[in-house]
């Protein structure tokens, strides 16, 4: 089973700032076959990033995610109000499926 | 637009069952892989078993293997988990979750239901 890492546990930034969240990888990520979901307070989780660097639909440009083979990040430009959430990284390039612990964004 | 309707959580007593299911609708259901994850109360994701679009294979976490069978019903858009001997710690909010692909490996998750709480307690 491939156990993602995710740090810092929590990230205090102000609207405007910049957030780079980290997912490490026990070992290697099939093809960077890693995804990124944003979850709210209260609602389901929402698919942002999928293939390492690749935005989902829908997903506005200050979000983007890079990395390959252990070591993935995804950045947040310029924060926006409603970024402030909890982010998950998954990997699905082989089973089990597994999803890191979560990097909390809280303002400052 | 897609839509994914769990029902069947509830408040059951360790070493009890319960099967959930999901009526999926705006999609064509039968040649997308689907998903099972769950959420215990504060915590983060868990993914918990998927099946595959056609022929159909099924995958489980090792945490729910042996007590957790994932079936779908094409025919109905239905796709449901039969949880036994349920735990403690099986407490959570369980998704379902629809594939971006008709693969499970490799396949991100691009749409999520509600959820349905399931209680394991005495």
């Known amino acids: 089973e491939i156990v993602l890492t995710q740090s810092p546990g929590t990230l205090s930034l102000s609207p405007g700032e910049s957030a780079t969240l980290s997912c490490r990888a026990s070992?290697?990520?099939?093809?960077?076959?890693l995804a990124w979901y944003q979850q709210k307070p209260g609602q389901v989780p929402r698919l942002l990033i999928y293939?390492?660097?690749s935005r989902a639909t829908g997903i506005p440009d200050r979000f983007s995610g890079s990395g390959s083979g252990t070591d993935f990040t995804l950045t947040i430009s310029r924060l926006e109000p409603e970024d402030f959430a909890v982010y998950y990284c998954?990997?699905?390039?082989?089973?089990?499926?597994?999803f890191g612990g979560g990097t909390k964004v809280e303002i400052k | 637009e897609v839509q994914l309707l769990e029902s069947g959580g509830g408040l059951v007593q360790p070493g009890g069952s319960l099967r959930l299911s999901c009526a999926a609708s705006g999609f064509t259901f039968s040649i997308y892989a689907m998903s099972w994850v769950r959420q215990a109360p504060g915590k983060g994701l868990e993914w918990v078993s998927a099946f595959s679009g056609s022929p159909g294979n099924t995958y489980y976490a090792d945490s729910v293997k042996g007590r957790f069978t994932i079936s779908r019903d094409n025919s109905k858009n239905t796709l449901f988990l039969q949880m036994n001997s349920l735990r403690a710690e099986d407490t959570a909010v369980y998704y379902c979750?629809?594939?971006?692909?008709?693969?499970?490996?490799?396949?991100?998750?691009?749409?999520w239901g509600q959820g349905t709480l399931v209680t394991v307690s005495s």
């Open positions: 070992e290697r990520v099939s093809s960077t076959y």
């Open positions: 979750a629809k594939s971006t692909s008709n693969v499970v490996i490799p396949a991100a998750i691009q749409a």
């Open positions: 998954q990997q699905y390039g082989s089973s089990p499926l597994t």
């Open positions: 293939g390492a660097s």
